[in-house]
């Protein structure tokens, strides 16, 4: 007889043995934000699919990378994000915003935005390194005269999720993420980090959807969301960017299939989806075994 057959005791079905493959989302640690008219900080890389072979008795690596620091100087780009890794998967953290003396935002997952300098200065590259499908977007440049508008950091959205330009009394706002379903519900994931408030009049720009970091309207940027990746919100004149929001790694399957036989060194829990077990991991490096 081909295929699996499913012992029905007590009205429930018997658990058949080890998956053969499981989904999975693995969004890395977001990028800080810079300070004094400070960039706001690139999201996580965000890498995702459907179908991903196992092999029982194999431990898989997973890591949940951490938020990059935010920038306490003008002197500094915000801290790029760690990167999150489930087995051969890796997303890459994403890149600190610009200060006012470092323009240029950081390459990563999704890029930093510029810092605002009065220059035209570049936001961060996205999807660095490469990936297909893209894991995320460019940050957005600064304007090139008063008033010192900053960029927005970019998110992982292929549609949405360019970093805005900071344009004249306006920085930009962060990039958009991206929606995933995995856990049951619908959550949005990844998006990059406003712009900052400048003393020249620039309004600071708005945290991209997905856990992006609110540029600062008085001194200090907005954290990206942990466990979203989100990037942190630049900082204004003086003040500190926002920390870059912590990765995160959820892993799904049918619930016909067994429990891991281990999972070691990770936190986690394990969100309600009908007919499905989900695993998802907020913190450390382990590994899970079926």
Known sequence: MSGIMLAVLGGKKAAAGPPTSVDYLVVA??????????????AGGYRTSASFSVTAGTGYTVTVGG?????????????????SVFSTISSAGGGGGGSNTTQAGANGGSGGGAGGSGSLDPGGNGNIPSTSPSQGNNGGSSLAANP?????????NPITGIGATGVSGQSGAGGAG??????????????????????????AGAGGAGGGGQGA????????TD??????????????????????VIIAYPDTFAAPSSISGLTYDQPTRSGYRVYRFTAGTGTITW
């Open 67 to 83: 938020g990059g620091a935010g920038s306490s100087s003008a002197a500094a780009k915000g801290t790029i994000g760690s990167a």
């Open 178 to 203: 991206t929606a995933s379903s995995i856990t049951g519900s619908s959550v949005t994931y990844a998006g990059g980090g406003g712009g900052s408030y400048t003393s020249f009049g620039a309004a």
């Open 148 to 156: 010192y508008s900053a960029g927005g950091g970019g998110g992982a």
């Open 29 to 42: 640690g977001g990028g800080g934000g810079g300070s004094t008219l400070g960039g706001g900080g690139g």
């Open 227 to 248: 466990n979203l990746g989100g990037g942190g919100g630049g900082g204004a004149t003086g003040g500190t960017g926002g920390k870059g929001g912590d990765g995160v």
């Open 217 to 224: 309207t008085a001194t200090n940027g907005t954290a990206g």
